[in-house]
């Protein structure tokens, strides 16, 4: 008997596409703009993770276009130094992003800083007033993970009215924003969290699965049900026996793809697209700015 195996929903592909589409805009925009859109990474402190994540945003700007107005600063910055930056760029014409890349220094308020981000300007979408938009249905900038996997169903026609849709994880950066969105699109949805009772009996329900945890191979083969959409959203990074380490998200890949209609590699699915919508927020912002 052939043993099936999932399609998979490529987010690096696609998030190529939307590169290319960006890049095309931006050439378009840019004679009436006068100026080339900017996005401004905020980054303290010297966490690995981060100055990767960093690195691979910037890199993605230059390749679309886009001017990168990034900061690095030192372990010790103050919250006060780091709110006149941010009020500096609320002000400044050639930025029309601005995002602080997180986790901080424990010494630093994040949400204080977050708060003080001009709503317009806030690519990451999670500003009180953008969530208080996405909560009300209302058009603006979309937190970059949840609207990267809407983004990535849509591609590849997985219909969500009517269906039940299961989100682990209720963190204000994915699960939560992304509950929101699939019940804009009609979907029913379930939110479960490390509280839940019984996750396998929540899952088996779920014709569109996401995993939003951060644990290694939480989601095995028996809890997803046969022809399920599974995007993972885990990284997840482990340290095999012969001591390297890889990438690995929240999803049991090799078991869970005999089961799955579709599911997302790690990496290569989810990640990807949360630069893309970076990016699509930055220029959408750019595209709406008076002034140039
Ligand atoms: P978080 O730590 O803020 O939230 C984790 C959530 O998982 C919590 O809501 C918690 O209730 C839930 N949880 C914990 N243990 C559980 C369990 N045993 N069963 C069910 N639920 C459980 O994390 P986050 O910021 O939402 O990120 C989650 C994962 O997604 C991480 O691995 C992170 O690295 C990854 N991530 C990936 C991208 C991307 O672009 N691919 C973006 C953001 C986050």
Same mark, same amino acid.
């Given at each position: 008997?052939?043993?099936?195996?999932?399609?998979?929903?490529?987010?690096?592909?696609?998030? #190529?596409?939307?590169?290319?589409?960006?890049?095309?805009?931006?050439?378009?925009?840019?004679?009436?703009?006068?100026?080339?859109?900017?996005?401004?990474? $905020?980054?303290?402190?010297? #966490?690995?993770?981060?100055?990767?994540?960093?690195?691979?945003?910037?890199?993605?700007?230059?390749? /679309?276009?886009?001017?990168?107005?990034?900061?690095? =600063?030192?372990?010790?910055?103050?919250?006060?130094?780091?709110?006149?930056?941010?009020?500096?760029? #609320?002000?400044?014409?050639?930025?029309?992003?601005? $995002?602080?890349?997180?986790?901080?220094?424990?010494?630093?308020?994040?949400?204080?800083?977050?708060?003080?981000?001009?709503?317009?300007?806030? /690519? &990451?979408? $999670?500003?009180?007033?953008?969530?208080?938009?996405?909560?009300?249905?209302?058009?603006?900038?979309?937190?970059?993970?949840?609207?990267?996997?809407?983004?990535?169903?849509?591609?590849?026609?997985?219909?969500?009215?009517?269906?039940?849709?299961?989100?682990?994880?209720?963190?204000?950066?994915?699960?939560?924003?992304?509950?929101?969105?699939?019940? !804009?699109?009609?979907?029913?949805?379930?939110?479960?969290?490390?509280?839940?009772?019984?996750?396998?009996?929540?899952?088996?329900?779920? &014709?569109?699965?996401?995993?939003? /945890?951060?644990?290694?191979?939480?989601?095995?083969?028996?809890?997803?049900?046969?022809?399920?959409?599974?995007?993972?959203?885990?990284?997840?990074?482990?340290? !095999?026996?012969?001591?390297?380490?890889?990438?690995?998200?929240?999803?049991? =890949?090799?078991?869970?793809?005999?089961?799955?209609? =579709?599911?997302?590699?790690?990496?290569?699915?989810?990640?990807?697209?949360?630069?893309?919508?970076? $990016?699509? #927020?930055? /220029?959408?912002?750019?595209?709406?700015? =008076?002034?140039?």
């Amino acid at each position: 008997m052939e043993t099936k195996t999932a399609k998979l929903l490529d987010g690096k592909a696609l998030a #190529n596409k939307i590169q290319q589409e960006l890049s095309a805009a931006i050439t378009q925009l840019q004679p009436q703009k006068g100026r080339p859109p900017g996005l401004a990474v $905020l980054m303290v402190g010297d #966490n690995p993770a981060s100055a990767a994540y960093v690195r691979g945003k910037e890199r993605a700007c230059q390749k /679309v276009g886009i001017e990168s107005f990034g900061k690095h =600063f030192p372990t010790q910055t103050t919250q006060a130094e780091l709110e006149e930056v941010i009020a500096a760029l #609320n002000h400044d014409q050639r930025v029309d992003g601005i $995002l602080v890349q997180l986790p901080l220094p424990n010494h630093l308020d994040a949400v204080t800083l977050l708060h003080q981000i001009t709503p317009d300007k806030d /690519v &990451d979408g $999670l500003h009180p007033v953008n969530l208080g938009r996405l909560v009300r249905g209302e058009p603006g900038l979309r937190s970059c993970t949840p609207a990267g996997i809407m983004r990535l169903l849509q591609e590849y026609d997985i219909p969500l009215q009517g269906k039940q849709a299961v989100v682990i994880g209720r963190s204000i950066l994915v699960g939560k924003p992304l509950a929101l969105m699939l019940l !804009e699109a009609d979907a029913t949805v379930t939110i479960a969290h490390s509280r839940s009772h019984s996750l396998q009996s929540i899952t088996t329900n779920a &014709d569109i699965l996401i995993a939003a /945890v951060g644990r290694p191979g939480l989601i095995t083969a028996d809890m997803v049900k046969p022809g399920a959409v599974v995007v993972d959203v885990g990284i997840n990074r482990v340290v !095999e026996s012969s001591g390297d380490s890889r990438l690995v998200g929240d999803v049991h =890949f090799e078991s869970t793809a005999g089961v799955a209609e =579709f599911l997302t590699p790690v990496p290569g699915g989810v990640g990807p697209m949360t630069v893309a919508i970076l $990016l699509q #927020n930055t /220029v959408e912002s750019y595209s709406q700015r =008076f002034h140039s």
